[in-house]
């Protein structure tokens, strides 16, 4: 059973910096795409960042480029992503995502599982 | 940025209606690289189609996704109680963007 676990949200002081894991477990890692998705309290989902299955592949939305770094380790099945000079806008449920599917054509594919996210706070 | 607009913003049906939400996208979608959201409170969003037409597993037979370029379409054929909820669709490709959602609300 795919499971994904995120760990690292918390309450923190604008301009600060915060990382979020993501432990993966039940299926091959290296073989998928992953991502983070935001959710603000009340909203609508927001893409944050995605890697592709062998690291070399980033895209960020323009709302966080500069500032997050998505990132995987390999050897520990975990995703991560490195929040800096954080904002108050920033404030929402943080979800890790894995693809549906292995996708070889280098695009980033569709999200099919879920974790259940980490809560990150913004607030002076 | 490949901008999706859903709409209606909400749609107000009763169990046994049919449901037809429309997501619009600003820049054609590579290869239908479009899915479909579930989203209750206190969840998880679920995938229901991706592909812009194909049911993910386990996904009910009353949910039909169509469409390309850049028009989609996802329809409930028939409500069931449980599909009241909120629903995204998503296109990926070189980036990801997700509609504003469409809430699918008991009349």
């Known amino acids: 059973e795919v499971q994904l676990v995120e760990s690292g949200g918390g309450v923190v002081r604008p301009g600060g910096s915060l990382r979020l894991s993501c432990a993966a477990s039940g299926f091959t890692f290296d073989d998928f795409g992953m991502s983070w998705v935001r959710q603000a309290p009340g909203k609508g989902l927001e893409w944050v960042a995605s890697i592709n299955w062998n690291g070399r592949s980033t895209a960020y939305a323009d709302s966080v480029k500069g500032r997050f770094t998505i990132s995987r380790d390999k050897a520990k099945n975990f995703l991560d992503l490195q929040m800096n000079g954080l904002r108050t806008e920033d404030t929402a449920l943080y979800y890790c995502?894995?693809?549906?599917?292995?996708?070889?054509?280098?695009?980033?594919?569709?999200?099919?599982?879920w974790g259940q996210g980490t809560l990150v706070t913004v607030s002076s | 940025e490949n901008v999706l607009t859903q709409s209606p913003g909400t749609q107000s049906l009763s169990p046994g209606e049919r449901a037809t939400l429309s997501c619009r996208a600003s820049q054609r979608v590579i290869s239908s690289y479009l899915a479909w959201y579930q989203q209750k409170p206190g969840q998880a969003p679920r995938l229901l189609i991706y592909g812009a037409s194909r049911r993910a597993t386990g996904i009910p037979d009353r949910f039909t996704g169509s469409g390309s370029g850049t028009d989609f379409t996802l329809t409930i054929s028939r409500l069931e109680p449980e599909d009241f909820a909120v629903y995204y669709c998503?296109?990926?490709?070189?980036?990801?963007?997700f509609g504003g959602g469409t809430r699918v609300e008991f009349k």
């Open positions: 998503l296109q990926s490709g070189t980036s990801l963007t």
């Open positions: 995502a894995r693809e549906y599917q292995y996708d070889s054509s280098g695009y980033f594919g569709p999200l099919g599982n």
